[in-house]
């Protein structure tokens, strides 16, 4: 073929739609399903939270959801020039340049945490892990954390792994690698929750997740739930807008939506059917944080028969959720400079793959070695963290809301949804992304800042 074909070469698209549905699950099931949502979970007591989580899941993740697909797939183009392409002339395209900074910031630290699963992992197999009396479990986790060259050594081959399936492509990369992942992922969570659920003394657990005891829920929890959910479905920074891009006509988008928010939400729900239970039978703590996979649940391991079996199996499906989720974020850049500068993907994928490598290898850093050197008193993984998840996903999201119930014409909104005009379904999601999501959105972000704390007491001064 020759090098003008080339350029006229017809755009990338998905093989079918369970391939597009796999990949966009795919992006959506991560870290912040298996690490971060039992953790949060943990903190906010349980039950209660989850109810609020949910609603947080319909009200905002899903209308979202729908709100980039359609723009990705009406447009056809990388998450800035779908913007570019639908409102000529007008600023939205903003919010995509805003997504491809948080395409690299998030995947900086994704790729350090997701080393840290790659070696326990490792350490598992090995039955290093086994090995490390549980009283010194958080000093080994720290330990590791904090050093120089074995987390980097992990995050590289992470990112490394993620380079190579991004320059597949979408169907020969991207699709075919979800396609054979996202089932192993499933089976080896199954596997540890019949571990888990079988064990004596795992009835607290599920009891922890089923009984909502709202006397623990804080009016941070309700903000927590509303960040989380657009953390969880990838939502914000364009990466449903890129992968909505590569669709053919045809397939549906709210049957789309809805799967891909449903199977995220189970596969949360399942990874805490996979923790609670264990760490209840062995009378850990539920609300350890951050540290609770890499800290409590090693413990819980080792005290269960066949420990090193499924401590093996826990990592290795957390390594596999995180690397789905990886491709997505690379996904955005690589789009876009492909399309904006005409670069081929594999020299759109290393280049752009390597430069986040090396500040994911600063964010490695700045746990130990660097830490000393603060941003505003965060280290800068800490400061990555926040940026991206506090300011820029949930401002991303608003003015995608925006765009989507304001910015079109509501004819054309519910046309590119596949909805038909008169359709109640149709109109209610106008509605929620018009009005609920908005304003959903705005009170994460005041609280974010903590510019709502400062209105509430103000309000209350106000009245009492
Ligand atoms: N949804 C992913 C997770 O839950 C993280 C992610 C965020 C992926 C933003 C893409 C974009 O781990």
Redesign the pocket.
């Known amino acids: 073929m020759g090098a003008g074909q080339e350029k006229e070469q017809k755009r990338e698209q998905w093989g079918s739609k369970l391939g597009f549905i796999l990949a966009a699950s795919g ?7 298996i690490w ?1 949502f039992p953790y949060i979970t943990g903190e906010n007591g349980g039950a209660a939270f989850i109810i609020v989580y949910l609603f947080a899941i319909a009200l905002v993740g899903l209308p979202v959801l729908l709100s980039e697909f359609l723009i990705g797939k009406k447009a056809q183009k990388d998450a800035i020039g779908s913007f570019k392409e639908l409102a000529p002339g007008k600023p939205w395209y903003i919010a995509g340049y805003m997504g491809l900074a ?2 690299f910031m ?1 995947l900086s630290f ?1 790729g350090v945490v997701a080393g840290w699963a790659l070696s326990y992992t490792f350490k598992a197999v090995t039955g290093q892990l086994a090995g490390v009396a549980p009283e010194q479990l958080e000093n080994y986790f720290g330990g590791f954390i904090t050093s120089t060259a074995s987390p980097i050594f992990w995050q590289v081959i992470f990112m490394v792994l993620t380079i190579l399936i991004v320059v597949g492509g979408i169907k020969k990369g991207i699709e075919r690698w979800s396609k054979i992942l996202m089932p192993i992922l499933v089976f080896l969570i199954l596997l540890v929750i019949i571990r888990s659920v079988t064990l004596p003394g795992a009835g607290a657990g599920i009891e922890f997740l089923l009984k909502p005891d709202f006397s623990k829920l804080s009016a941070a929890s309700f903000l927590i739930a509303l960040g989380h959910a657009f ?7 364009g ?1 449903m807008i890129t992968y909505g891009g590569y669709l053919p006509k045809g397939t549906n988008l709210p049957s789309a939506a809805l799967n891909v928010s449903i199977a ?1 939400t189970v596969i949360a729900l399942l990874a805490g059917l996979a923790i609670f239970p264990a760490v209840f039978a062995f009378g850990m703590d539920a609300g350890a944080g951050p540290g609770l996979v890499f800290i409590t649940l090693p413990a819980v391991f080792q005290q269960m028969p066949m420990g090193s079996l499924f401590a093996t199996v826990f990592f290795a499906l957390i390594s596999i ?2 690397l789905t ?1 990886a491709i ?2 690379l996904e955005v850049p690589v789009a876009f400079f492909k399309e904006k500068f005409n670069w081929s993907r594999k020299k759109a994928t290393w280049i752009i793959g390597g430069i986040i490598t090396v500040v994911g290898v600063g964010a490695s850093l700045s746990m130990g070695p660097w830490s000393g050197f603060t941003i505003a008193g965060k280290n800068f993984f800490d400061q990555l963290d926040w940026m991206s998840a506090n300011i820029l ?1 949930p401002l991303g999201g608003l003015v995608i809301a925006l765009f989507v119930g304001w910015g079109m014409k509501l004819k054309d909104a519910l046309a590119a949804a596949d909805f038909s005009e008169n359709e109640v379904v149709g109109r209610i999601w106008v509605s929620v992304t018009k009005f609920i999501a908005p304003v959903l959105i705005m009170l994460v972000f005041l609280h974010s800042l903590g510019i709502l704390d400062i209105i509430i007491s103000f309000v209350k001064k106000l009245v009492g």
């Open positions: 992006s959506a099931i991560g870290l912040g399903n971060k948080s395409a998030i994704y953390f969880t479905l990838s939502l914000g920074m990466t995220d959720a995180a989720s997505s974020i996903l």
